[in-house]
């Protein structure tokens, strides 16, 4: 995309910018439909605009303009998107058009250049930034994409509360399902004082062809790609059952040699990691792909990057694209049309599925686009029965039709064609009062009871919803008043109520149960030797996880116990009642759990969200594990990009609840590890966005200096991961796990059974392999530069009963694999005896 340079602030008018930005259209060959110049000039004429158009009828053009304008006259904008995904690809496209001086990032994970006049974020950022500062805050326009989330019942509420609190604001409000929109249109011109424009066309660029399915999938799927339907988004709304799907469908082979052989050019050099890695790269290797939230970001950008040249024939995935993100997809085909909603199974909404359907057909890639519906499989099944039958009366009469399983919430042609014709859903308000809104309007200065009241009564709620949630914000503030949280100052005239200054400048309330997280660190001993960890598990327990991570622990824990009750010969009966007895580590169970009790009688409202003692990233430190080797050992290549979120959310339970002075030097060692395995997990954000900036500009040295950093730059950071790779294999050793140790060392030459003769070797030599505290002493490692400058060597003595430490093990670490992988990459070189002992 050709560079839009920014006017200078002196020159910059309407009518400046419009010929400016109508002139960039016309280099690249684009006239505007009639519809985006109406939204770009009503923009340009200061009003808000609401842009209700087909998906592909150029909003991002709208939105590029609205932001265009807001930086050449010098003002400082925000573009907001429901997705991070949608969010980094916006911040992408945005430095390519704007530069990357002018444009940042914030996503709550990842900040970048994060002072640039356009601010590209989360919804969620922006609306806490509004409760925190409300008028006061710098933000003079908003493009918020993907308004239809006003409507979300968990996420609405960040829609809703820019709409509330910023009167300096010129907002554009973007959707393609917003239905009607009056009440907003009118709330927004109270609030701002500007005239709304709502800006809607029926009128698609790219037309949509509906199609309802009685072939089983991989019929139809080929049929597809030899129609020229390709490519094809096959849409799971069960995350599990994407990569099924993936895998079932490359045994199909809809893909040429040639397409194949340029996939493997493209993914030349790509990382794919172990586990659900290797998975992909066999599977986009074949021409098929897989996009769902539980990827890791740098997976997901791969398969997008992929779907965008058209190289992959079929993507199999939940509705994350169905949220704007800009894939080419000529035909979306929907395996169902129901989903589970967290509550219940439920037939698709019509906004729901006209957001799916909408992803089909991209202006400038198609001239029509395919939507299809599967029939139910026990349909297809019985359709295909009959076929078998032919037109014998008589064959057609002995067939049993199969019925739908029980339980089964079923879909019909009916009910696709009602989906298709229909309206969208009315918008409705659900905003919601948590713990952080108060404490987010409580941070203002001079706050006080009013501001919360006042908030609430210019919500779009009823006033019955209205005294509800005012009975729940007088609940909330009476916890963070007991808690410490907050504190109530006498003023002349009244009272104000503001955060404790004990808690320090970077204090949040991230977590829905920080506020018990606060009170529970008084129950253990800040002197004690055990602190850091008993720290760790009270952030751990009120932190949110899936339910797959935790089941992959357990699974592992109770198989290793199964495998050692066999061998002492326990008897079956024995073994499943002492396995079902088993449970995955909870450190502090008891108490957490009663001291949350007690809590939850002063607050009922947090019984609702309980509390889950756990130790994931405690498991992590014990056992010296990286984020690769926790994901094979307990099978989560699944839901690896889970288990990054929840690792992300420790983080921030860490540095925003613990408060500084309390922390201590073991504490603090484990918030950096985290913080930088986090990072090193996956960086494909930052590194992009560092590919993109010219080096000819001047970019803010501050954005660019954490990008300089490579995983070994910094030598003590690096020499830890170092420490805990060589001790994670002492700690395997004295399992004797040596296939898992194998899986680690093989290409080395160190397989299971190399591993195992040097082992056992040590045990018949000491009988007993230390692995306690003095054991991870970093007295027992040796780390030397290698005779090249970008290897090292590196030994792990030992731990043995009399102390002689004269076995160890010995490892090359190549610095430059390091850095590629985001991890210490060792190369055994030989595990027993020192030499000359």
């Known amino acids: 995309m050709p560079r839009l340079v920014p006017i200078p602030e002196d020159f910059a008018t309407a009518d400046t910018v419009w010929e400016a930005f109508e002139e960039h ?23 808000n605009a609401i842009v209700a158009t087909p998906t592909g009828s150029g909003k991002s053009t709208v939105a590029l303009a609205a932001l265009y304008y807001a930086v050449s006259t010098g003002r400082t904008a925000y573009y907001t998107a429901p997705l991070k995904a949608l969010v980094s690809e916006k911040f992408f496209s945005l430095v390519e058009a704007l530069g990357a001086e002018n444009v940042g990032m914030v996503t709550g994970d990842t900040a970048v250049n994060a002072d640039a006049p356009v601010i590209c974020a989360t919804a969620e950022i922006l609306a806490n930034h509004a409760l925190r500062q409300g008028a006061e805050l710098d933000v003079a326009l908003v493009v918020m994409d993907e308004f239809h989330y006003f409507g979300d019942p968990q996420r609405g509420w960040a829609w809703q509360v820019p709409l509330l609190e910023l009167p300096q604001t010129q907002f554009v409000l973007m959707s393609a399902t917003l239905g009607d929109t009056t009440e907003i249109e009118r709330r927004l011109t109270e609030l701002t004082g500007r005239d709304t424009a709502c800006i809607s066309s029926a009128e698609r660029p790219v037309p949509l062809e509906f199609e309802y399915s009685q072939k089983p999938l991989l019929d139809k799927l080929s049929e597809l790609v030899r129609e020229d339907r390709a490519p094809v988004y096959v849409v799971s709304f069960v995350q599990a059952r994407t990569v099924e799907l993936a895998q079932s469908i490359l045994s199909a082979n809809l893909t040429s040699r040639e397409q194949r052989d340029r996939i493997a050019e493209e993914v030349r050099g790509f990382r794919f990691g172990k586990g659900f890695g290797e998975t992909l790269r066999r599977l986009v290797l074949g021409g098929v792909g897989v996009h769902h939230a539980g990827m890791l970001p740098r997976y997901r950008r791969l398969v997008e990057h992929l779907a965008l040249t058209g190289l992959l024939s079929v993507v199999c995935g939940t509705d994350t694209l169905g949220v704007g993100i800009n894939v080419p997809i000529r035909t979306v085909l929907l395996t169902s049309l129901t989903k589970y909603d967290g509550r219940r199974v439920r037939q698709l909404q019509v906004r729901e599925f006209l957001q799916i359907a909408g992803r089909a057909g991209r202006a400038g890639f198609d001239s029509v686009g395919y939507v299809v519906a599967q029939a139910p499989e026990h349909e297809i099944e019985n359709v295909q029965a009959l076929a078998k039958a032919g037109d014998d009366p008589k064959k057609r009469k002995k067939v049993r039709k199969k019925q739908a399983p029980e339980g089964f919430v079923g879909w019909s042609e009916q009910s696709f064609r009602k989906l298709v014709d229909g309206t969208p859903e009315l918008l409705r308000s659900h905003m919601r009062i948590t713990h952080s809104t108060i404490v987010n309007l409580l941070a203002r200065p001079h706050a006080g009871v009013d501001t919360v009241r006042d908030f609430i009564e210019r919500t779009h709620e009823s006033r019955d919803r209205q005294l509800d949630l005012m009975l729940r914000a007088l609940q909330i503030g009476r916890t963070l008043l007991a808690g410490g949280v907050v504190e109530r100052v006498e003023v002349p005239g009244g009272a104000e109520y503001r955060l404790s200054e004990e808690l320090g400048p970077d204090f949040a309330l991230n977590q829905p149960l920080s506020p018990f997280a606060l009170a529970a660190l008084d129950l253990f001993d800040p002197e004690g030797e055990s602190w850091a960890l008993d720290a760790l598990s009270v952030i751990e327990a009120t932190t949110q996880i899936q339910y797959h991570i935790l089941r992959g622990q357990l699974d592992r824990i109770r198989g290793e116990e199964l495998a050692a009750l066999k061998a002492e010969g326990v008897e079956y009966t024995e073994r499943m009642a002492i396995l079902d007895e088993i449970d995955v580590p909870r450190p502090n169970r008891e108490v957490l759990e009663e001291a949350f009790e007690a809590y939850a009688a002063s607050a009922p409202w947090v019984r609702e969200i309980g509390i889950e003692p756990k130790a994931i990233v405690a498991d992590m430190i014990s056992q010296s594990m990286n984020f690769s080797q926790f994901v094979a050992y307990y099978g989560l290549a699944r839901v690896e990009g889970g288990l990054l979120r929840y690792l992300l959310d420790v983080v921030r339970g860490l540095t925003q609840t613990v408060p500084v002075d309390r922390r201590g030097e073991e504490l603090e060692s484990i918030i950096t590890w985290l913080s930088d395995l986090v990072v090193r997990v996956d960086s494909s954000l930052v590194e992009e966005w560092e590919k993109l900036t010219d080096p000819t500009e001047a970019v803010p040295e501050e954005a660019l200096t954490a990008l300089r950093q490579t995983f070994t730059s910094d030598r003590r950071r690096f020499a830890a991961a170092v420490r805990n790779a060589l001790f994670h294999r002492v700690l395997l050793a004295e399992r004797a796990a040596y296939r898992a140790l194998g899986d680690l060392d093989s290409g080395s030459g160190w397989g299971a059974r190399e591993w195992e003769d040097a082992i056992e070797d040590f045990y018949e030599e000491y009988g007993e392999l230390g692995i306690d505290q003095a054991a991870r002493s970093p007295r027992l490692v040796q780390i030397e ?53």
């Open 785 to 837: 530069d290698g005779p090249g400058a970008r290897e090292w060597t590196a030994r792990q003595i030992l731990s043995d009963p009399q102390g002689d430490h004269d076995w160890a093990i010995t490892a090359v670490v190549d610095l430059d694999a390091s850095d590629e992988a985001g991890e210490a990459v060792l190369r055994i070189e030989s595990v027993g005896p020192l030499t000359g002992s």
């Open 25 to 47: 259209l016309r280099d690249q060959g684009i006239t505007p439909y009639p519809a985006q110049e109406e939204a770009i000039l009503t923009v340009l004429a200061g009003d």
